[in-house]
């Protein structure tokens, strides 16, 4: 069986997370990390960004992940720099009253049942605690991904296996359905926004984007209901390949688009 996780690419991944890094400054801004803060990176990867949460404060500072490989190399990487990384789930957080803030970066569309996991962030949070996430949004989340996968869905050689494909993501349309979520969590609302993002890259660039993190759910066995073999990966990665070059202007370069949801919310009760 041939699957492709966040174990799998957590080699690469500090490296290629381009798109997750630069998004990550808009929830720094947004939280106004203090001194003395608590601070849970939720969904925290190899902990590059953990590493800059930790620079901002003396608090306590708590990565978790749910990838294995994740994890391990958070800990390798960040020996000595006093931030506890442990494997985990969002639904399964064993806190009560203890962060002052949650830093939910690039994760929250891999929340497919939110609620438990919103409860018990909720639940970790101390009063007057916020949570922010950043995270793609809506249905065409990036249409420079969704052409390249819709070339995939009609090439002969991977149309039948894709066929059986079956999304791993939460995607709402509008910023009102994230911030109504959050709200049956027990959550006040700050602030509550999907932007349209776009950058330009090569098109090497844009498919190094995809395999840093579209690519775990586009590539893994638990998606499908037929088994996926090395030689529909190999086609699969080739059809996107070769999109993401068609879809490069006369100077070589992709607009690549994302929608985004920024949301902000407070602990208040």
């Not at 409860?119 to 949070?125: D, F, G, K, Q, Y």
């Not at 869905?153 to 066929?163: E, G, L, M, S, V």
């Not at 984007?209 to 579209?214: K, Q, Y």
Request: proline fraction near 3%; hydrophobic fraction near 40%; charged fraction near 25%.
């Amino acid at each position: 069986m041939f699957v492709t996780n966040f174990s799998a690419i957590s080699k690469q991944y500090e490296k290629d997370s381009i798109i997750q890094k630069s998004a990550s400054e808009v929830l720094f801004d947004m939280l106004d990390i203090q001194p003395d803060d608590n601070v849970l990176d939720l969904g925290c990867g190899t902990g590059n960004i953990t590493r800059s949460i930790k620079e901002k404060t003396r608090g306590n500072v708590v990565g978790i992940d749910l990838s294995e490989g994740m994890i391990q190399k958070a800990q390798a990487k960040n020996a000595g720099q006093d931030i506890i990384f442990l494997q985990g789930s969002a639904e399964k957080l064993n806190y009560e009253n203890e962060f002052d803030i949650i830093f939910c970066n690039s994760v929250f569309q891999w929340f497919k049942k939110p609620m438990p996991a919103l409860s018990a962030c909720r639940n970790a949070l101390k009063k007057n605690g916020k949570m922010a996430i950043q995270a793609p949004a809506r249905v065409d989340y990036c249409p420079n991904f969704i052409d390249a996968i819709q070339e995939v869905r009609k090439d002969r050689d991977t149309k039948d296996i894709f066929a059986g494909f079956t999304s791993p993501w939460l995607f709402f349309n509008t910023a009102e359905e994230y911030s109504d979520l959050f709200k049956d969590a027990g959550f006040t609302i700050r602030e509550s926004t999907i932007d349209k993002v776009v950058t330009e890259h090569t098109p090497e660039e844009v498919y190094t984007i995809f395999e840093s993190g579209a690519a775990a759910g586009y590539l893994n066995q638990e998606c499908y209901n037929a088994t996926i073999t090395q030689d529909y990966v190999k086609l699969f990665r080739k059809i996107v390949r070769d999109s993401f070059n068609r879809q490069a202007d006369d100077k070589g370069k992709v607009e690549l688009i994302f929608y985004r949801i920024y949301l902000l919310a407070v602990k208040t009760m």
